[in-house]
């Protein structure tokens, strides 16, 4: 018996020392690859706090299955795990509320026209001060609310024996025989402060899930699938040198109708900040995009053969593989999460009956799907929530991605990851019961003062944007719409 304890309780601690080191090295290529050449070789430290914090949100999914398979092998480590959530917990709501905001100050106050040691002092004072406010702002929130509404209020059962028969009568004593009345009530309980700060971060990231998320799920699948569809096809030289002169007659009108955009936001801040000249500026950075993308294409058609035929497939093999994935997710949503009974347990059998197979085999499964919602919260942002007016774009492009959309990707992910974490145990509550996190979860955040209820309608408003997604993601993405340099110099002369 002794010996069936120590080997899983082996098992486990070496594994959860081997994910965070693979999840740093997939982090770090991760930066690497995506890094635009222009921008590889500045902001390094904010770099390396990137593939920090994608390492954290990374272990906060991953430490679910972790929980389950300790629960269910009874690997010895609850105490160790309990450490470990409330560890990754508040390196989260440091990185969110401190870190991250000092990193993109940092990275965005960097001035061409100073060097050296003052460049360095300007950039850190910058960051400081923004951080300090940001940290401040954030530490009064959820200290002044945590006054109120840092109670949990648990839904209890109390018997009472009586001799008599009474419509309430629920059970019997069997040591005694006499018959139980009962009373619903609640039981008050007074929350960490730290569980608390992570459930209004929760919240905030639920926000950031439930949109991005719920439309990332049609968006991802789809952008994938399209990147093969759209994928540049090989052209002789004639035609690549009228496509050149095409493109660069093009890019010559968008340098003209920059200048004319840069003159009227120079007028004063009244015109600047008018939803005309918002709307005008966005139609015209998209249009840049666009000739930018196009003529990467034609590039690639002509100097490359149209490019690496295998890179498309597997992005259509790969998308077809998320689409998959987002469908058995709806399925899951409609049968065990939006129903009050549930029809059948879902995913949560599936995993089960891998673990069965071979614990490692569920904990791979979970993650799967776990890992999806991730990718999809972040592809949603990209693909979807950055067209929408007033949202600020932050592209991830292959190659050509600078320092400050990593580091704002990484507080999306990490905020997010929160969320999951919290989705995830409502979701796969049959799978995860009994664990440190289904307790911490159910037991505490879902029963907070006022908040809690709120809490437990969000998983239907994320099902209800899945739909909207793939709405938008019809309209936005498949559709293709593109405005000409006519269209934006007449809404300039409007």
């Known amino acids: 018996m002794v010996a069936d304890q120590v080997v899983p309780n082996i098992f486990l601690i070496v594994c959860l020392g081997i994910i965070p080191a693979l999840l740093l090295f997939f982090s770090f290529i991760f930066i690497v690859a995506f890094s635009s050449p222009d921008d590889r070789f500045q902001g390094i430290l904010p770099k390396i706090l990137c593939i920090f914090g994608m390492t954290v949100a990374g272990c906060i999914i991953l430490i679910i299955p972790f929980d389950v398979w300790n629960t269910q092998q009874a690997g010895g480590i609850t105490g160790v795990l309990e450490i470990i959530w409330q560890v990754l917990f508040g390196t989260v709501a440091l990185l969110i509320c401190l870190i991250i905001p000092w990193a993109l100050l940092y990275y965005e106050s960097f001035d061409p026209d100073k060097e050296g040691p003052r460049l360095i002092i300007h950039q850190c004072i910058w960051g400081t001060v923004g951080a300090i406010c ?5 530490g009064l929130i959820i200290g002044i609310s945590y006054i109120w509404l840092g109670n949990a209020y648990l839904p209890v059962v109390q018997y009472t024996s009586t001799g008599s028969f009474d419509e309430k009568v629920i059970a019997v004593d069997y040591l005694t025989g006499q018959k139980l009345d009962y009373i619903n009530s609640s039981l008050e309980i007074r929350m960490s402060f730290l569980v608390y700060a992570i459930a209004i971060l929760s919240l905030i990231g639920w926000c950031c899930f439930t949109v991005c998320g719920g439309c990332g799920m049609t968006a991802l699948p789809l952008e994938m699938i399209l990147w093969f569809i759209y994928r540049p096809k090989k052209i002789d030289k004639s035609t690549y040198l009228l496509q050149q002169k095409k493109y660069a007659q093009r890019a010559q009108k968008l340098i003209e109708i920059g200048k004319k955009i840069n003159d ?8 600047r900040t008018s939803a005309k000249a918002i709307r005008t500026y966005r139609e015209f950075k998209d249009a840049v995009y666009q000739v930018e993308d196009d003529f990467k294409k034609v590039k690639i058609a002509y100097e490359r053969g149209g490019g690496w035929i295998v890179l498309y497939i597997i992005s259509l093999l790969a998308g077809l593989l998320m689409f998959a994935i987002s469908i058995l997710w709806i399925i899951h949503l409609i049968i065990y999460a939006i129903p009050q009974f549930p029809f059948w347990g879902g995913l949560n059998d599936v995993f089960r009956g891998l673990d069965y197979a071979f614990p490692l085999f569920g904990m791979i499964g979970y993650s799967i799907f776990a890992f999806y919602l991730l990718a999809a919260t972040v ?13 600020a774009i932050y592209p991830i492009k292959f190659k050509d991605t600078f320092t400050s959309s990593f580091l704002f990707n990484t507080g999306l992910m990490l905020v997010s990851s929160i969320t999951i974490v919290q989705f995830c145990s409502t979701v796969f509550s049959k799978y995860a019961q009994t664990t440190v996190i289904e307790v911490m979860i159910n037991t505490y955040v879902k029963h907070m003062l006022g908040i809690g209820y709120v809490f437990k309608y969000l998983h239907y408003v994320f099902f209800a944007f899945i739909f909207i997604g793939f709405v938008m993601a019809i309209v936005n993405i498949a559709v293709k719409k593109r405005k000409s340099e006519k269209q934006l110099q007449a809404i300039l002369d409007a």
Do not use: K
């Not at 940001?134 to 954030?138: H, Y």
């Not at 009227?264 to 015109?271: A, F, W």
């Not at 950055?386 to 949202?391: A, D, E, K, Q, S």
């Open 264 to 271: 009227q936001r120079r007028e004063g801040i009244r015109e």
């Open 134 to 138: 940001v940290f401040i702002f954030a």
């Open 379 to 391: 592809a949603g942002n990209i693909f979807i929530a950055g067209r929408i007016p007033f949202c």
